[in-house]
Nanobody, 123 residues
Framework: QVQLVESGGGLVQAGGSLRLSCAASGRTFVAYTMGWFRQAPGKERELVSAMNTSGGTIYTADSVKGRFTISRDYANVTVYLQMNRLKPEDTAVYYC????????????????WGQGTQVTVFS
């Protein structure tokens, strides 16, 4: 059973930084692609960034390019999302996910999800 536990969300002023952590069970990120999604109120969930099993970044949303970075710590079995120069529009619940795939409609989803962590950016 894959378990993902996020932490690190919070309230931050625009321009600030946060680092989200996702503690994964076992060697989840060695076996599966990993990603961070977010969902803002009234909006659809969107993929923010994704990493392949080798630790390479395979996707970063245009809206966060140059500001957010996905990484992993093999020893601590943790995936991170470093978020810099945060903007109010980054406010959302952020979800760690494993085993990403695309459905027939071209949307990206995942087989395993964390519980989510709230990020609120105020101006």
């Amino acid at each position: 059973q894959v378990q993902l536990v996020e932490s690190g969300g919070g309230l931050v002023q625009a321009g600030g930084s946060l680092r989200l952590s996702c503690a994964a069970s076992g060697r989840t990120f060695v076996a599966y692609t990993m990603g961070w999604f977010r969902q803002a109120p009234g909006k659809e969930r969107e993929l923010v960034s994704a990493m392949n099993t080798s630790g390479g970044t395979i996707y970063t949303a245009d809206s966060v390019k140059g500001r957010f970075t996905i990484s992993r710590d093999y020893a601590n079995v943790t995936v991170y999302l470093q978020m810099n120069r945060l903007k109010p529009e980054d406010t959302a619940v952020y979800y760690c996910a494993a085993k990403l795939s695309s459905n027939s409609a071209g949307s990206v989803t995942a087989a395993y999800w964390g519980q989510g962590t709230q990020v609120t950016v105020f101006s």
